[in-house]
């Protein structure tokens, strides 16, 4: 069973690292086997039953560990800004427990950029009990705003933190710093929570 655990997770590790680097539809199944040392060359199908079992699975990862670390968390405060935090600040702490250099963020980029697997990683992201009670208790403190507009600035805001998160990953590794998470997050909460509550100039249809 050990065995199976550890074969299970060098996949994983391989996939995540490989997928960061080149995308998901540039590297085969064969491809992460390889890397992550294991003889056999179907060992993703034997495994995760396939790429998007492998995809799921390491959605599932990343879910699993940002749980854990929302769990560690105080309450968040009663306000806008303190929603954003029990948003954004668990990812950043998973980000910043990683080992060095780490792919996470790219890997999270790339399938959340991705057409095909875009559907994929916002079910993941977007269907766990906090994330759904986080979302409603932001609702209710917009609520004065169109949620139209509210919808589309979070939709367009996913796409930003994604790719800066990514670019500051891929920084840390080539400069060989480190990325300072925390105060990535401290600076993501404090944006977002601006362009959330940011007043409409002209209601409409959103175009985001």
């Given at each position: 069973m050990r065995r199976s655990v550890a074969a299970r997770t060098a996949?994983?590790?391989?996939?995540?690292?490989?997928?960061?680097?080149?995308?998901?539809?540039?590297?085969?199944?064969?491809?992460?086997?390889?890397?992550?040392?294991?003889?056999?060359?179907?060992?993703?199908?034997?495994?995760?039953?396939?790429?998007?079992?492998?995809?799921?699975?390491?959605?599932?990862?990343?879910?699993?560990?940002?749980?854990?670390?929302?769990?560690?968390?105080?309450?968040?405060?009663?306000?806008v800004l303190g929603d954003i935090r029990s948003l954004v600040e668990p990812s950043m702490r998973v980000l910043d427990h990683l080992p060095r250099p780490s792919w996470r963020a790219r890997f999270l980029d790339h399938v959340l950029h991705n057409p095909a697997t875009l559907p994929l990683a916002r079910e993941a992201l977007s269907t766990t009990p906090q994330a759904v009670q986080q979302r409603a208790?932001?609702?209710?403190?917009?609520?004065?705003?169109?949620p139209e507009i509210v919808a589309a600035r979070a939709r367009l805001i996913t796409r930003i933190v994604s790719t800066a998160t990514a670019e500051v990953e891929a920084r840390a590794e080539h400069d060989g710093e480190d990325p300072r998470w925390p105060r990535v997050g401290d600076f993501l909460?404090?944006?977002?929570?601006?362009?959330?509550?940011?007043p409409i100039s002209r209601p409409g249809r959103a175009e985001s």
């Open positions: 996949l994983l590790d391989a996939a995540e690292r490989l997928f960061a680097e080149s995308g998901v539809a540039e590297i085969s199944d064969r491809k992460v086997a390889e890397v992550a040392g294991n003889t056999n060359h179907s060992a993703v199908r034997y495994y995760f039953g396939g790429r998007e079992g492998l995809l799921k699975a390491l959605m599932a990862r990343h879910v699993h560990d940002v749980a854990q670390q929302r769990e560690k968390m105080p309450p968040p405060e009663d306000s208790s932001l609702a209710a403190r917009l609520r004065h705003l169109d909460v404090d944006a977002i929570t601006g362009m959330l509550s940011a």
